[in-house]
């Protein structure tokens, strides 16, 4: 039996990194658990969240994950060192991944990284202490952009509402000339075209991809199991398919099981 | 010993029913659990809402509490009934207090009433039942208004985004005239500026208020026990008390307790 990788997030954030996993390993089997009765993390603090994603990867491991992708920026920025102490599996998150290519683009350009997240991920400092393990000398400005996740979650992710957010947010960086800019939480990459109108020239980093391909490099496509995925809530499946179809730009969601997170 | 009133949100909206309470019931003892580790509920499946709803009233009850307000839309229009049946004490929610305050206004007026509320709110239909009991003639309208939460916790309770996001949920309701505006959210209190914009001439039903001014109905100040007020949280109380301050308009935090509320 072939490995089978596991993905949780907070939501449905996760299913960017879901998407970029089946681009990778097409035709793989994969879990993913999203935990819609408790969204969002992001505005939780780092005990909650910690408690929380423990209880989201000991579900994926109880579930046959033989790896298990943190595809959340603020488990990832907040809980990675407890999940990797738990698991009896390896955990990616995305703070490691996309940390290595901002500060790979950066070093051989101006040394300067933006990192754009939670209020939970900025807080915890995690992408700061692990660009300057790889290159102390990167500066690193961070921005905690609370709205972006209820924009994208209700369909603003362009025109005069995204505009305005992405200026409060990003208005004072324009001049600060970041060779890399981190979407440091899943849900970014749906606003990237009003964000990279802030930083022209400069490599947007789509965490939750970074991570997909982190996996690819730990388990090979033909190690991994063949399969469909498999999709798993806390909440409603109802819920769960109105924003599915958006994150992952497809239907088929049929089968989507609702489980108890709370009992893991 | 006097009589104790529990009162309990998703988050800390339910605090504009506090300050109510507050203003009703001056120098009472009273009780407030905000579910911090789950907030929100206006974006979650009716079942999940009652679950949750029903651990927080059974938390109330289990500290003493001898009426319960449910000062959240969310819950009072999709878990009333369950949690009339499982308290052992009497639960005020705001959806009849309200449904009975606009009812009254727009019988005196043109029989029209809008309600704003979260998206389960809206979905429950439950205002529109409570009004149609009361007068089946009153015309209304239900608009969901997802960005409002967000917007009133991120602090932009006036200006461009609220009026771009207000524009967006009632521009269309501006002809409708309306008798009566209820506030279905216990956030959207702090958006009145800007609701009433839309609605000149219009009444602003503050359903919060309207569930302590019920809350005043069934026990009278005498009645209630002195004390202070008790604060408990399922996050951390950093977080807290950082919105409190904003929905209370004061200061006074100390000792807010966190507590497991997976456990009631």
Redesign the interface.
């Known amino acids: 039996m072939g490995k089978t990788v596991g993905i949780f997030d907070s939501g449905l954030g996760g299913l960017t990194a879901a998407g970029e996993f089946e681009k990778l390993f097409p035709g793989k089997r994969y879990i993913y658990f999203g935990d ?4 969002p993390y992001g ?3 780092a ?2 969240i910690r408690r929380y994603a423990l209880q989201d990867s000991a579900f994926l491991c109880a579930h046959g994950a033989s790896v298990v992708i943190a595809a959340c920026g603020t488990v990832s920025a907040n809980a990675i060192d407890a999940l990797k102490a738990s698991c009896p599996v390896p955990v990616i998150g995305v703070v490691e991944p996309a940390a290595e290519k901002a500060a790979s683009v950066a070093a051989s350009g101006r040394g300067r990284v933006v990192l754009l997240g939670t209020a939970a991920t900025v807080k915890s400092g995690a992408y700061e202490r692990a660009i300057a393990a790889i290159d102390p000398r990167i500066a690193v400005k961070s921005v905690a952009c ?2 972006f996740v ?2 994208v ?2 369909g ?1 992710t362009s025109g ?2 995204a505009e ?2 992405a200026n409060e947010y990003l208005g004072l960086l324009k001049s600060f000339g970041a060779d890399a800019v981190i979407l440091g939480c899943t849900h970014y990459p749906h606003l990237s075209g009003v964000i990279g109108s802030f930083f022209e020239g400069s490599v947007l980093v789509d965490s939750g991809r970074e991570a997909a391909a982190a996996a690819a490099r730990l388990i090979s496509p033909e190690e991994a199991e063949d399969g469909e995925a498999e999709f798993y809530v ?3 499946p ?2 769960f398919k109105r924003l599915a179809s958006v994150f992952l730009k497809r239907d088929a969601f049929e089968g989507v099981k609702c489980i108890d997170i ?1 009992g893991y």
Chains 1, 2 share one sequence.
Not at 36 to 39: E, G, M, S
Request: net charge negative; charged share 25%.
């Open positions: 819609t009765a408790r969204v505005t939780k603090s005990e909650t609370p709205m209820p924009l979650e209700n603003y005069y509402a305005f957010f806390s909440d409603s109802e819920s709370e």
